[in-house]
């Protein structure tokens, strides 16, 4: 048995049901009632639990939320116990427990091992978990797209390898070819592009910018429109400060200063705190003669030349032209300079690249020509023995007649890959169509799924794949909703007996109709509506003894107390107990 097993499930305000447990077998499980009971509900707990999609109409009417909490065992070192403890996840001895909140206004939470987690988590964690199975299930096998997903599952290695060198090639096939297109159909708006830019650099090349030359000459052309006040300015600045040559009898700022140094130096010896006070003076006076000489040099130097000025108004012109076109100011200029002419030097450089992309996309579909035919030897090569391996299930599910193959082919087209001499269809998965074929019986001709088996024989079609799997790429647990919808008799005898096989691998938990199916499980559980048409916490129970008699009668009969469906019911457990 296998180490990961789903152990119970608790569901509150799903559907009909209002609280129920439901205990598993970590063997084969049957899930049986009424029509209406709510068993699909066990189906839609689960999908909850693996992630998916929470619709607030699934929620019991009256009630706030729905909550599903599962606990499912599972090994140390498991995969998904180490995708979950890396989400922060505890196991509760040796179990990781999963719950699913959902709200009546559509808001939905996860839980993972205690933790606040996001519901695509969940889904991860799906794969090494569960594989789910239904009606849905079935009309998705029909898809040629899933048939070919089916037979690269089971291939394996043989086709993975080659498929993901194939998928990456096909990748930069497409990064290739919609370069070239772009290049060669937009010939015309690239040329008129490479102008504008030429256009542009050849005019600010002209003004040869300097960085942040607005900037400087805008102050220069401030202080050049202001000289004459500026001059002022400074000579009555150094006048007051310093005295004016013209004025000897004005009093002055240094003057009255220096006339403060020498009061309190006469006494200083008198008094620390004073002599201090005579310093800070002496420093003033010595700042009062340096800023004095600074306002006379700055009155000699300054320049009132008109010419310069008018030479400066002219330059911020011309720069000012630039920044309406390219920039906010002479720095962005530069910028978009720097990135025009790295454009441009692509864009001149078409048609070398157009010569060297072309080349690069033929030899690229040359090597997805190589690939796409390794996969299609690979999927030859294991088409044959997945056919042949479910064709002996099917022996086993009272289809002992039925031939199944495959159907692998591609279709011409000039502008394809060259596959085995012929010029074919490829798309990211290879030049493949895989298509499922059903011979029902000897002498009929192998006819696709869809059109050669009935509701039953495609039932046992998807679960004969799903046996194959098992054996190649097993999953812990399998789901299955009503798989043995559309059959009866013999084949539904045959499938309860092969899920029972299956279930000696992997646990197996069946929503089921047919008692013939119900008979070979380890363990049987029953869902039932009380009165008011809810199904409450003792709704769900596990039925043995008698009770498995009464509701199996009732599954063959309708009536729980007919001796002769009670004989039929004890024949079949009587049955499955000695196949097993």
Do not use: C
């Amino acid at each position: 048995m296998v180490g990961v097993v789903l152990e119970e499930m608790r569901i509150r305000s799903l559907g009909v049901i209002d609280d129920a447990v439901v205990e598993l077998s970590p063997g084969f499980t049957a899930v049986t009632g009424e029509t209406g009971a709510g068993k699909t509900m066990v189906v839609t707990s689960l999908g909850l639990l693996l992630g998916g999609r929470a619709d607030p109409a699934l929620v019991r009417i009256g009630a706030e939320k729905a909550v599903v909490e599962g606990r499912v065992a599972v090994p140390a070192g498991a995969a998904a116990v180490v995708r979950a403890e890396e989400a922060g996840a505890e196991l509760d001895d040796g179990a990781l427990l999963i719950s699913r909140t959902v709200s009546a206004e559509g808001r939905s939470r996860a839980h993972l091992g205690g933790r606040s987690v996001p519901v695509g988590l969940l889904g991860e964690l799906a794969d090494d978990l569960v594989a789910v199975h239904g009606q849905t299930d079935q009309q998705g096998l029909l898809k040629l797209n899933r048939q070919r997903q089916a037979l690269d599952r089971y291939a394996g290695d043989a086709v993975a390898g080659p498929l993901a060198k194939y998928a990456e090639a096909y990748r930069r096939l497409r990064a290739v070819s919609a370069e070239l297109e772009e290049i060669t159909t937009r010939a015309r708006e690239r040329a008129q592009e490479a102008d504008m830019l030429r256009y542009g650099l050849e005019e600010i090349a002209a003004v040869e910018p300097r960085t942040g030359e607005d900037g400087e000459l805008a102050e220069e052309a401030e202080r050049l429109g202001h000289a004459e006040a500026l001059s002022s300015a400074a000579t009555a600045g150094h006048a007051a400060l310093a005295g004016n040559p013209e004025d000897p009898e004005g009093i002055d700022a240094a003057t009255l200063v220096a006339g403060a140094q020498r009061a309190l130096e006469a006494v200083r010896a008198h008094d620390p705190a004073l002599a201090a006070l005579a310093d800070r003076i002496g420093e003033i006076g010595i700042l009062l003669g340096d800023v004095a000489g600074e306002l006379a040099g700055y009155a000699d130097d300054l320049d009132a030349d008109p010419l310069r000025l008018a030479a400066v108004e002219e330059r911020r012109s011309a720069l000012t032209a630039l920044t309406r076109k390219y920039g906010e100011d002479v720095n962005a200029v530069l910028a978009w300079a720097e990135q025009s002419a790295a454009r441009l030097t692509e864009l001149d450089g078409d048609d070398e690249r157009i010569g060297e992309l072309t080349a690069e996309r033929d030899a690229l579909r040359t090597e997805l020509g190589g690939l796409a035919q390794a996969l299609t030897d690979a999927r030859t090569e294991a088409a044959e023995r997945f056919a042949a391996a479910v064709t002996a299930e099917l022996a086993s599910l009272a289809m002992p007649h039925a031939r199944v193959s495959f159907a692998i082919r591609q279709t011409e087209d000039p502008e394809g890959v060259e596959v085995g001499g012929r010029t074919v269809a490829y798309g990211p998965s290879g030049a493949d169509e895989v298509e499922l074929l059903l011979a029902p019986h000897p002498g009929a001709p192998p006819r696709p799924i869809a059109k050669g088996a009935s509701g039953g024989e495609l039932s046992r079609v998807m679960l004969a794949v799903e046996v194959v799997f098992a054996g190649t790429d097993p999953v812990p647990t399998y789901l299955f909703d009503e798989v043995d919808a559309g059959v009866g008799g013999k084949a539904a005898v045959e499938i309860g007996r092969r899920l029972a096989r299956l279930a000696k691998t992997a646990q197996v938990v069946v929503v089921t109709h047919l008692p013939q199916v119900a008979a070979f499980a380890d363990r049987q559980l029953l869902v039932e509506k009380t009165d008011d048409g809810s199904v409450t916490r003792s709704g769900v129970k596990v039925l043995e003894g008698e009770d498995r008699i009464r509701e199996l009668s009732r599954m063959l009969a309708g009536q729980e107390d007919s001796e002769t469906a009670r004989a039929h019911a004890e024949e079949l457990l009587a049955t499955a107990r000695a196949d097993l």
